[in-house]
């Protein structure tokens, strides 16, 4: 690659930053939504900050700024946003789904003071503060969709056993938006989250409570390692966790002690790519990226080789590993039945 082409690559990642928050805030303030309600009639920028309750001369900034960005349209100072675009950054029920990614990147970013001493010193991020843990939730609406279109299609064993029924649990649950979704899916399954962090458990709980699903769906105060089940769960499911477990070994091994005979233990990730010689890639670029925050936060993702070695570590039997269309990995411990 040339000098001028070169330039040309970084100078659209300094763009990408800049589009990075203009995502964030038209996610935030709702003004992507605003925008796509109105449809092919548009909004004004007047129209869309007095909807939004900002400030007009913010709003006209953003919106050119989304418009230069390609991420919505402006005809006669109407403001419309495309199909693809309104698919890609607002519609979470679709793997393709990248509105959290958005948001993550952003709210996560806002901690990185500390991010360069953290390279000389090894000093971590003490504590995340609740903004991040309700951003994690906006990332972890694309796993549930990976989830219900991927892992699934993969598992259809799985999908029969939960339409008969069966007793769940969901390790390190966050706002619950998992098994709120899954008990009105299996409609006969009876649900367990356990959550140590106190924002999400309430969270999670009022969640429950809103949906009605209080008779079906229970949330326990834990940490992962301490949990008490003992071979009473159809399915024990990790999502997109395990590698934010501060001890994932000790984590491991008590979710599959919840296992019942003929149950499972699940565990979705998107694994570190294993071979540093490999073409450079875009979905590399993002999780290598991710990857420092994850170490600057003291914990760690891990390639799929990895992850099989947690289950050696916590002495759970060998799991299949599935490589789904996402990009993203499922691994699979079935416990024989006695």
Request: glycine content about 8%; proline content about 5%.
């Amino acid at each position: 690659m040339g000098r001028a082409d070169r330039f040309e690559e970084l100078a659209a990642s300094v763009g990408g930053f800049y589009r990075s928050w203009v995502i964030y805030l038209g996610l935030e303030l709702g003004l992507l939504a605003r925008i796509r309600a109105a449809g092919e009639a548009g909004l004004t920028a007047d129209e869309l900050a007095r909807d939004a309750e900002c400030r007009p001369e913010a709003v006209r900034a953003w919106l050119r700024a989304a418009h230069a960005g390609d991420l919505v349209e402006l005809d006669g100072g109407k403001a419309s946003v495309a199909d693809d675009v309104a698919a890609v950054l607002l519609d979470d029920t679709h793997p393709e789904y990248l509105g959290g990614q958005f948001v993550v990147a952003v709210v996560a970013s806002l901690d990185y003071a500390g991010l360069a001493d953290f390279f000389r010193t090894g000093r971590t991020i003490a504590e995340r503060p609740p903004r991040f843990h309700r951003a994690i939730e906006a990332v972890t609406v694309q796993d549930i969709a990976v989830f219900f279109q991927e892992a699934l299609a993969e598992l259809p064993d799985l999908t029969a056993t939960l339409t008969r029924g069966g007793r769940i649990l969901d390790v390190a649950c966050g706002g619950g938006r998992w098994m709120i979704a899954v008990a009105r899916r299996f409609p006969a399954t009876e649900l367990v989250g356990v959550e140590f962090e106190p924002d999400s458990l309430e969270r999670a709980r009022r969640r429950v409570r809103e949906a009605g699903l209080d008779a079906r769906i229970r949330v326990d105060a834990r940490t992962i390692p301490d949990m008490p089940y003992r071979n009473e769960f159809d399915l024990v499911y990790l999502q997109d966790a395990l590698h934010e477990l501060p001890d994932p070994v000790a984590s491991l091994r008590a979710a599959w002690a919840a296992v019942a005979p003929g149950g499972r233990l699940v565990v979705l990730e998107w694994c570190l790519p294993p071979d540093p010689d490999d073409a450079p890639t875009l979905q590399a670029e993002l999780l290598w990226g991710t990857q420092v925050d994850e170490l600057f936060q003291g914990t760690t993702m891990y390639t799929q080789a990895g992850y099989v070695e947690l289950f050696a570590a916590a002495g759970v039997v060998t799991p299949a590993a599935v490589d789904l269309l996402s990009g993203a990995s499922i691994f699979v411990a079935r416990r024989p039945v006695v």
